[in-house]
């Protein structure tokens, strides 16, 4: 936890910490019929998730579906209200404030959603739908509304003169570029995207990536990018955070993670992958592949949660939880939460 | 492959009368359409006698607004024991194509035209009879999707042995046995529990697998798989990839895998057949196509995707959006969004369909694009970009 308590609208310096993601879990109770009674249980989606955003920069969080990733991001903009644990935005910790203090933050944390159909109110223009939040956080004059809206169509690609359309007469790719000029309307810091692209074409995709890519050189905003395809994680992201069923099982810089993966989760994740370089240069030197699915995060296994799929699960992985900690042979800021950690290369087809 | 010989017999007589039919035909048809048809034999990139042949294929929907013309003109071919992929983005036709071999199209709203011919047999003009007998037999399709694809108030044992069933007359206890045997063979732990389960009893991979079992119960010949492991994450995708190669290595089928990743493409398939609008534009073999690629658009495909291997600095997307199939552009479908247009002299890009011709003058490997020099440009431009 940073010292000092800033005010929020002052606009944080390149490489300052803007978040500090501490312990954060999520768990959601549900309820089962059992025999007679009920019990309680709970689904614990997100389960100590700690980390650091910098300001400008752009963290990636990959896993497969139900390891927690889109619930941290939710977390944080505060869709949801963590079960318990730390979420410091510029000092304070935003985790439990209530709605009404927590509205000057909303405005420094925007989400972009995965689904441009779902995420649009389809009854509202275009106009509408941006222009809200600018009345809600009394950004701008009244009658001044419109120019700002065009101004922000232009900026991530539209005609500035579809303000008046309504969503339904955009293309999947234009609908997200809407939400992103919803999300850019208040000037946050950190964005939230939660698999922006995963929705659209490849090369529609493509244009979304390097909107977002501009829009971080030229604004210099933080992103928190979720994902589940490796490719665009490693296009965008300096830092990679690899999720497991609710926990952080590696986490570095990207040429680290995808360079020498230490965790066997990480380095499975890599070698499953689908990649161009078979055909057109030298294939991955090794494969692995992963027994089963995932466990249910109702009853996660003890220990380390990935050793009923790890092929160098030994009696330690069942009785002790591994810590998320750098080893003697890997970089800094590169952490890894396994016993037998060990760096691998080649899992990646090289371009030759 | 396990085929008894008698079987074998009959679909060599029926390619052969299938043969008999096309040359008669030929004959009627005069000396253009015999041409055609060679050029349609000599469109399989291998070279081996195809299973699957489609010819000239156009599917048209009438709607409110107009003609949808969602499939224009596709030839194809695959023999049995190769994959071809077909991949494009979504609404150019490569779902719709697929489904026309199925015959899943709702005939009152459809227009069909062209042939499709397996193992000979011609499929277009079949009855709703005759074409059930070849659905699930012959041909087997595996759906994108296995939660709404298989029925959530049957088990899954009942609908594999249903599908038995249907074409093989045989007691319950005899399609039970092979139901089960194709659990196993798909990679389904403890087959006897799960015969018995729901589809919401399973994962979406384990659906997903028995999807595919369902699909290999009556042994096809051809599969079509429907974008199989979209809806999968990476580690099960990888897992069913891998089954799909190695029961096609079991059993000699013939794939027809639709996808829109190239990742999966490069990973499974002989041959690639790009589509763009309702047409092929590129066709040849994955060497070909995904390591020497000669239309503007494959490129562009290559050149806009974010690979694990390699960390461009900017990627490079296609501008614009896919054409409308209710008005396409007027001579090249990929015209507006071309950015090597201008180097092809005169108009002839906005005004005239590019044939598919052969990239080197003569071959199997066939691209849609009026440019000359289509090689230098991939070497000299293109390639650099991809590295």
Same mark, same amino acid.
């Given at each position: 936890?940073?010292?000092?308590?800033?005010p929020?609208?002052?606009?944080a310096a390149?490489?300052?910490?803007?978040?500090q993601?501490?312990?954060?879990?999520?768990?959601?109770?549900?309820?089962?019929?059992?025999?007679?009674?009920?019990?309680?249980?709970?689904v614990?989606?997100?389960?100590?998730?700690?980390?650091?955003?910098?300001?400008?920069?752009?963290l990636g969080?990959?896993?497969e579906?139900?390891?927690?990733?889109?619930?941290?991001?939710r977390?944080?903009?505060?869709?949801?209200?963590?079960?318990?644990g730390?979420?410091?935005?510029?000092?304070?910790?935003?985790?439990?404030?209530k709605?009404k203090?927590l509205?000057p933050?909303?405005?420094?944390?925007?989400?972009?959603?995965?689904?441009?159909?779902?995420?649009?109110?389809?009854?509202?223009?275009v106009?509408?739908?941006?222009?809200?939040?600018?009345?809600v956080?009394?950004?701008?004059?009244?009658?001044?509304?419109?120019?700002?809206?065009?101004?922000?169509?232009?900026?991530v690609?539209?005609?500035?003169?579809?303000?008046n359309?309504?969503?339904?007469?955009?293309?999947?790719?234009?609908?997200?570029r809407?939400?992103?000029?919803?999300?850019?309307?208040?000037?946050?810091?950190?964005i939230?995207?939660?698999?922006?692209?995963?929705?659209?074409?490849?090369?529609?995709?493509?244009q979304?990536?390097?909107?977002?890519?501009?829009?971080?050189?030229?604004?210099g905003?933080?992103?928190?990018?979720?994902?589940?395809?490796?490719g665009?994680?490693?296009?965008?992201?300096?830092?990679?955070?690899?999720?497991?069923?609710?926990?952080?099982?590696?986490?570095?810089?990207?040429?680290?993670?995808?360079?020498?993966?230490?965790?066997p989760?990480t380095?499975?994740?890599?070698?499953?992958?689908?990649d161009?370089g078979t055909?057109?240069?030298?294939?991955?030197?090794?494969?692995?592949?992963?027994?089963?699915?995932?466990?249910?995060?109702?009853?996660?296994?003890?220990?380390?949660?990935?050793?009923?799929?790890?092929w160098?699960?030994?009696?330690?992985?069942?009785?002790?939880?591994?810590?998320?900690?750098g080893?003697?042979?890997s970089?800094?800021?590169?952490?890894?939460?396994?016993?037998?950690a060990?760096?691998?290369?080649?899992l990646?087809a090289?371009?030759? | 492959?396990?085929?008894?010989?008698?079987?074998?017999?009959?679909?060599?007589?029926?390619?052969?009368a299938?043969?008999?039919?096309?040359?008669?035909?030929?004959?009627?048809?005069?000396?253009s359409?015999a041409?055609?048809?060679?050029?349609a034999?000599?469109?399989?990139?291998?070279g081996?006698?195809?299973?699957?042949?489609?010819?000239?294929?156009t599917?048209?929907?009438?709607?409110?607004?107009?003609?949808?013309?969602?499939?224009?003109?596709?030839s194809?071919?695959?023999p049995?024991?190769?994959?071809?992929?077909?991949?494009?983005?979504?609404?150019?036709?490569?779902?719709?194509?697929?489904?026309a071999v199925m015959?899943l199209?709702d005939?009152?709203?459809t227009?069909i035209?062209?042939?499709?011919?397996?193992?000979?047999?011609?499929? @277009?003009?079949?009855s709703? $009879?005759? %074409?059930? &007998?070849?659905? +699930?037999d !012959?041909?087997?399709?595996?759906?994108?999707?296995?939660?709404s694809?298989l029925h959530?108030?049957?088990?899954?044992?009942?609908?594999i042995?249903?599908?038995?069933?249907v074409?093989?007359?045989?007691?319950?206890?005899?399609?039970?046995?092979?139901?089960?045997?194709?659990?196993?063979?798909?990679?389904?732990?403890?087959?006897?529990?799960r015969?018995?389960?729901?589809p919401?009893?399973?994962?979406?991979g384990?659906?997903?697998?028995?999807?595919?079992?369902?699909?290999?119960?009556?042994?096809?010949?051809?599969i079509i798989?429907?974008?199989p492991t979209?809806?999968?994450?990476?580690?099960?995708?990888a897992? @069913?990839?891998?089954?799909? $190669?190695? %029961?096609? &290595?079991e059993f +000699?089928? !013939?794939?027809?895998l639709?996808?829109?990743d190239l990742?999966?493409?490069?990973?499974?398939?002989?041959d690639?057949?790009?589509?763009?609008?309702?047409?092929?534009v590129?066709?040849g073999?994955?060497?070909?196509?995904?390591a020497?690629?000669?239309?503007?658009?494959?490129?562009?495909?290559?050149e806009?995707?974010?690979?694990?291997?390699a960390a461009s600095?900017?990627?490079?997307p296609?501008?614009?959006?896919?054409p409308?199939?209710?008005?396409?552009?007027?001579?090249?479908?990929?015209?507006?969004r071309?950015?090597?247009?201008?180097?092809?002299k005169?108009?002839r890009?906005?005004?005239?369909?590019?044939?598919?011709?052969?990239?080197?003058?003569?071959g199997?490997?066939?691209?849609?694009?009026?440019?000359?020099?289509?090689a230098?440009?991939?070497?000299?431009?293109v390639?650099?970009?991809l590295?």
């Open positions: 936890m940073s010292d000092t308590v800033r929020i609208d002052q606009p390149q490489g300052e910490t803007l978040l993601v501490r312990d954060l879990k999520m768990h959601f109770p549900i309820k089962e019929a059992h025999g007679l009674g009920r019990t309680k249980k709970t614990q989606a997100v389960d100590g998730v700690s980390f650091d955003l910098k300001a400008g920069q752009s969080l990959v896993g579906s139900g390891c927690g990733k889109s619930t941290t991001g977390m944080i903009t505060r869709l949801l209200t963590p079960t318990s730390e979420i410091n935005f510029k000092g304070t910790n935003i985790a439990q404030l709605e203090d509205r933050f909303r405005r420094q944390l925007q989400i972009v959603f995965q689904d441009p159909y779902s995420s649009l109110n389809p009854r509202q223009t106009s509408n739908i941006i222009s809200t939040p600018l009345r956080h009394n950004l701008v004059k009244k009658g001044q509304e419109l120019t700002r809206v065009q101004e922000l169509l232009e900026r690609g539209l005609n500035p003169e579809h303000h359309r309504y969503p339904n007469e955009f293309s999947g790719g234009q609908r997200q809407i939400g992103i000029a919803r999300a850019l309307a208040v000037e946050p810091e950190v939230i995207a939660d698999e922006p692209v995963s929705a659209l074409d490849v090369s529609i995709q493509a979304v990536m390097n909107l977002l890519e501009d829009l971080r050189r030229d604004l905003i933080a992103f928190v990018f979720i994902a589940h395809d490796l665009v994680v490693r296009h965008f992201c300096d830092e990679v955070a690899v999720m497991y069923l609710g926990k952080i099982v590696e986490q570095g810089p990207r040429e680290q993670i995808y360079g020498a993966p230490q965790h989760y380095q499975a994740l890599l070698s499953a992958a689908p161009l055909i057109r240069g030298v294939p991955a030197k090794e494969r692995i592949r992963l027994v089963g699915d995932v466990p249910s995060p109702i009853d996660p296994p003890s220990g380390c949660r990935f050793r009923t799929r790890c160098k699960a030994e009696d330690i992985c069942a009785t002790q939880e591994p810590k998320l900690e080893k003697p042979q970089a800094p800021g590169h952490a890894a939460a396994c016993h037998f060990e760096p691998k290369v080649d990646v090289e371009i030759a | 492959m396990t085929t008894p010989a008698p079987e074998d017999r009959k679909d060599s007589m029926a390619e052969s299938g043969e008999q039919a096309a040359a008669a035909a030929d004959a009627k048809r005069g000396p359409v041409t055609r048809e060679k050029r034999g000599l469109m399989n990139p291998s081996e006698t195809p299973y699957l042949v489609v010819e000239d294929l599917v048209k929907f009438p709607t409110a607004d107009g003609v949808v013309s969602a499939v224009n003109g596709l194809y071919s695959v049995l024991g190769r994959t071809l992929s077909i991949v494009g983005e979504s609404g150019s036709g490569k779902s719709v194509s697929s489904m015959g199209h005939r009152k709203r227009q035209t062209g042939s499709i011919r397996l193992g000979g047999d011609e499929l @277009i003009g079949l709703e $009879n005759d %074409l059930m &007998k070849v659905r +699930g !012959a041909v087997a399709m595996v759906f994108q999707d296995p939660q694809s959530p108030l049957y088990t899954i044992g009942n609908q042995s249903e599908a038995y069933r074409h093989h007359k045989v007691s319950k206890d005899v399609a039970k046995k092979r139901a089960l045997e194709m659990l196993d063979l798909v990679g389904i732990p403890n087959p006897i529990r015969f018995g389960q729901y919401h009893e399973f994962s979406g384990m659906r997903q697998r028995a999807m595919i079992a369902m699909g290999l119960v009556n042994d096809p010949k051809l798989a429907d974008e979209t809806a999968l994450d990476v580690t099960v995708q897992q @069913i990839l891998d089954l799909l $190669n190695n %029961l096609q &290595k +000699g089928s !013939a794939i027809v639709i996808t829109h990742g999966v493409v490069a990973e499974m398939a002989d690639v057949l790009v589509m763009y609008a309702g047409r092929c590129e066709y073999t994955a060497e070909d196509v995904l020497n690629p000669r239309m503007p658009y494959t490129w562009g495909l290559l806009s995707i974010p690979t694990v291997s600095e900017k990627l490079r296609i501008k614009g959006l896919p409308s199939l209710l008005n396409l552009p007027s001579g090249c479908s990929f015209n507006p071309c950015p090597y247009k201008d180097r092809v005169g108009e890009c906005t005004t005239d369909l590019p044939d598919l011709l052969p990239v080197d003058g003569a199997a490997h066939t691209s849609r694009c009026h440019l000359h020099d289509k230098s440009i991939y070497e000299t431009e390639l650099p970009r590295s």
